[in-house]
């Protein structure tokens, strides 16, 4: 052979060689590399990993362009590349079915919470109280709620409620079944607020006063100030049908409940039985009715129905007719109350605003309301409510307000005498 004959071979062949070693680099190694560092990344590696390795390795069998390395065999090239990656992830090993597994692990817990919202907001501030004008006050820093709640929707229909107050005790669980495809028919069961006046179902982190509640509503809806039922948040047990219609515009709500509080069982056999009727007739105007039937079973004395004795079951009667108006001027509610307790009756009003002075951020607050705890033993009080309140930052809040009351309890006596406050709080709330 001549010598250009031999100079062409040697060409042709390193072209060949150059040409099987792109194809292995690109092919073959350059995934294996790539699923070599992803492997590191992720500190995980399945079965799927190790067969692709070893396709790919198998393959280079097919080119003899490492023979020159001194890999005579290419399968040699898979067990080192298998063993090396049992070395480098003897922890990490997963078979297929594990990581399957692990995906539906995954899944199941990104859908629960998904399915869950949680709440929660406290109201801690101080007060100073100058009561009868005659040398006698008292001030103090306070922690008024601190409430966690979160609500689970179980299907697009059934939802679930609960809340603590880590103040107390535990407030609300109750749980939901949607009956129609809208919102016409709901039926609920379980420990929640009665549907008795219209302040009673209202957060107090959207109450204007620090003091939540009017006197009517704190008296008659089981708030607190009724010695003869206790302190109850507005809430008691039992079932309810719910639901509205017109878009919203018409709102109705039936309770049948123990008339007992929260946490307890019946005092009596009688069930009390609310309603609630909330109209829309125009965009901001909401006019509201609630009613009230039942036994109550008295749990203490009370300076303000002293006929009734402790453990004595007496009729327990309430009406309330109500408004609310929302503006950007301002906002403003008001409700007409009576209730009858055994043969007290007690009656009174109130009204409540406030004027946004800086849209969403500043406020101006101000509250007249009257009530009658029992007429026949004049037992009528006024109280004013005058301050501001600032919102920096959404839902959260900073109150300041100055409270006046024309007589209040202390020693178990009904005292007609001045009353002043001045109250502080901050509200800080998520969701």
């Known amino acids: 052979m001549s010598t250009r004959a031999r100079t062409k071979q040697k060409v042709l062949v390193c072209y060949k060689s150059w040409r099987t070693f792109h194809f292995a680099s690109t092919k073959i190694i350059k995934p294996i590399v790539i699923k070599l560092i992803k492997v590191i990344f992720f500190r995980k590696i399945c079965h799927s990993d190790y067969y692709f390795i070893s396709l790919h390795a198998k393959n280079l069998n097919k080119y003899n362009i490492f023979q020159q390395n001194g890999i005579k065999n290419m399968s040699h090239f898979y067990k080192m590349a298998v063993g090396v990656l049992l070395c480098l992830f003897p922890f990490n090993y997963a078979t297929a079915q594990e990581q399957k597994e692990e995906n539906k692990t995954k899944e199941f817990l990104s859908d629960v919470m998904d399915r869950i919202v949680v709440h929660g907001y406290a109201q801690a501030g101080y007060t100073y109280q100058d009561r009868d004008r005659a040398g006698e006050k008292a001030n103090s820093f306070d922690i008024k709620r601190t409430l966690f709640f979160a609500h689970a929707a179980i299907t697009d229909r059934w939802f679930f409620l609960f809340m603590h107050d880590f103040n107390s005790q535990v407030q609300e669980y109750y749980t939901d079944y949607r009956l129609t495809n809208d919102k016409a028919l709901t039926v609920r069961f379980g420990q929640f607020k009665n549907a008795c006046t219209?302040?009673?179902?209202?957060?107090?982190?959207?109450?204007?006063?620090?003091?939540?509640?009017?006197?009517?509503?704190?008296?008659?809806?089981?708030?607190?100030?009724?010695?003869?039922?206790?302190?109850?948040?507005?809430?008691?047990?039992?079932?309810?049908?719910?639901?509205?219609?017109?878009?919203?515009?018409?709102?109705?709500?039936?309770?049948?409940?123990?008339?007992?509080?929260?946490?307890?069982?019946?005092?009596?056999?009688?069930?009390?039985?609310?309603?609630?009727?909330?109209?829309?007739?125009?965009?901001?105007?909401?006019?509201?009715?609630?009613?009230?039937?039942?036994?109550?079973?008295?749990?203490?004395?009370?300076?303000?129905?002293?006929?009734?004795?402790?453990?004595?079951?007496?009729?327990?009667?309430?009406?309330?007719?109500?408004?609310?108006?929302?503006?950007?001027?301002?906002?403003?509610?008001?409700?007409?109350?009576?209730?009858?307790?055994?043969?007290?009756?007690?009656?009174?009003?109130?009204?409540?605003?406030?004027?946004?002075?800086?849209?969403?951020?500043?406020?101006?607050?101000?509250?007249?309301?009257?009530?009658?705890?029992?007429?026949?033993?004049?037992?009528?009080?006024?109280?004013?409510?005058?301050?501001?309140?600032?919102?920096?930052f959404k839902r959260c809040r900073l109150q300041v307000q100055y409270v006046y009351k024309s007589a209040y309890t202390a020693g178990g006596e009904f005292i007609k005498k001045g009353n002043s406050a001045l109250m502080c709080q901050m509200q800080v709330r998520f969701n």
Not at 256 to 283: C, F, H, T, Y
Not at 309 to 318: F, M, T, V
């Open 198 to 392: 219209y302040e009673n179902k209202l957060s107090p982190t959207d109450m204007e006063a620090i003091d939540v509640y009017s006197e009517g509503v704190t008296y008659l809806s089981g708030c607190g100030s009724d010695p003869l039922l206790g302190v109850q948040y507005g809430r008691d047990l039992g079932a309810a049908i719910l639901g509205e219609f017109a878009e919203g515009k018409v709102k109705y709500e039936v309770d049948v409940m123990n008339g007992q509080g929260i946490n307890k069982k019946d005092g009596n056999n009688a069930k009390d039985v609310i309603g609630r009727l909330e109209v829309s007739p125009v965009e901001g105007l909401n006019l509201i009715a609630t009613g009230q039937l039942g036994k109550g079973h008295a749990i203490a004395k009370s300076i303000y129905n002293p006929e009734i004795e402790i453990g004595q079951n007496y009729k327990r009667n309430r009406y309330s007719i109500g408004f609310d108006y929302k503006s950007k001027p301002f906002n403003v509610h008001g409700e007409y109350l009576e209730g009858k307790d055994g043969n007290a009756l007690s009656r009174g009003w109130y009204i409540t605003g406030c004027v946004p002075l800086v849209p969403k951020k500043f406020d101006l607050v101000g509250s007249y309301d009257y009530f009658n705890f029992n007429k026949a033993l004049d037992m009528d009080q006024h109280k004013a409510i005058f301050g501001f309140q600032w919102w920096y």
